[in-house]
């Protein structure tokens, strides 16, 4: 196989016996009348789940999906259809029933003219073949007895396995063609422990675009089963957490989920043509501390939030969206892009074809500053040292958000202390960020577990922060 645009052809146009003279028929029947854009999406997409519980295999799923969207837009109105069938008729049925929501008018010809690709960001294999299958189960076995030797007070271990292999391909109504092979692995183990009847669990694991030997290097998928253990050892020690307004330090990587739920959100395009959001029309302006400079890039290698062409055939970049705690830009699709008249990012994100795109974050984190963790720590005399974050609930309007923290510590004169829990963050995305006093030099990505929800629609993502102090936030707590 020449390249990526070749493999989706044979994967997803030849055996419905669709060549470029079918591609262009299809388009000039989505435009035959004067519309400001459109577009084809095919894709093929297979996925395996294995689900091991107590030493059992407990679920082994196999889905393969395969279909096209047809989107035709003009001004802010959009006509889409999709269709699981990809030959000819179908095809030309679907942009017909796009094509119906516009307006009558100017008819036009669409050739396909070019082929637009970039280089990969991480290979094309197919991570469902990358290991037997009595591998994978054998991988489950060990993570669960790694758990379980770990310490005698584990009482159920389940570890999930998950991989995933998508081809697309993208036509525009200008004729350019781009395409993209996409393998996604993740590795997730779940554990809970007892002692004297209280129990505790707790959960972490790792993801990458690449095959599944990723999980056997070194010791790196058994390191998933030891610290799911040691966190849900933690939390059995754990005391009420204070409640209050107080200084709390986010530690690296994870953490860095409330930057996408709180800031990162915000930034997309759509909220911001809608004035929907905190940030909008405020580009230009001060909205961080100084230290505060945040990146949204779906251009790093092999990361769980990377696409080496996002689902409107756009190279991903790195776009600057905080610089120095001025509000740079907003990431964007093309439909935002065009009627806020900027250029698109490669922000422009789908679950699969049956779904409309919208701008997305892919892997969006804070640079780091210039602080040593431990100088931050010293630094704090009553305060919150948030490590792991388990989920929470954001505003887009108001930035107003709410976190719980599954694990967290008090730090007492400058040191990190006994561990609490119950404890919840409680602020606002962009006032938090203008509290933002000391930065790591410390700045870590998450493991590649991310998922993001957005209009029902779920895509993977990655985050990353360093260390950060954050003078004031709202703790919510258990202690009386």
Sequence with gaps: MSNTLDLARETLLSPAGIDDHHLQQIMNKLMSSQLDAADLYFQYSRQESWVLDDGIIREGNFNLEQGAGLRAISGEKTGFSYTEDLHLENLLEAASCAHAITHAGQ???????????????????????????????????????????????????????????????????????????????????????????????????????????????????????????????????????????????????????LLHEAVGHGLEGDFNRKGLSA??????????????????????????????????????????????????????????????GMQPTGNGRRESYAYLPLPRMTNTYMLPGEHEPEEIIRSVRNGLYAVNFAGGQVDITSGKFVFSLSEAYLIEDGRITAPVKGATLIGNGPEVLTRVSMLGNDLALDQGVGTCGKDGQSVPVGVGQPTMKVDEITVGGTAV
């Design 107 to 257: 008819s036009g010809r669409i050739a396909v003219a070019s082929r637009q690709n970039r280089e990969l960001l991480y290979p094309s294999l197919n991570p469902l073949e990358s290991i037997p299958d009595a591998r994978k189960i054998e991988l489950l076995k060990q993570l669960d007895a790694t758990a379980r030797a770990a310490d005698p007070r584990v009482k159920q271990v389940t570890v999930n396995l998950v991989a995933s292999h998508d081809t697309v391909l993208v036509m525009d109504n200008q004729g350019h063609l781009a395409a993209d092979v996409r393998p996604l692995v993740l590795c997730y183990v779940n554990v809970i422990v007892e002692q004297n009847g209280r129990r505790e669990q707790a959960g972490t694991g790792g993801g990458s675009r690449g095959s599944l030997d990723y999980f056997l290097e070194g010791d790196r998928a058994l390191g998933y089963a030891r610290e799911a253990v040691r966190q849900a050892l933690v939390n059995l020690e754990a005391v009420d957490t204070p409640a209050g307004a107080m200084t709390v330090v986010l530690g690296p990587g994870w953490p860095g989920i």
């Design 279 to 340: 940030f909008s029309g405020r580009i230009g302006e001060k909205v961080a501390s100084p230290l505060c400079t945040v990146v949204d890039d779906g251009t790093l290698p092999n990361r769980r939030g990377s696409l080496s062409v996002d689902d409107e055939g756009t190279p991903t970049s790195n776009t600057m969206l905080i610089e120095n705690g001025i509000l740079k830009g907003y990431m964007q699709d093309k439909l935002n892009a065009r009627l806020m």
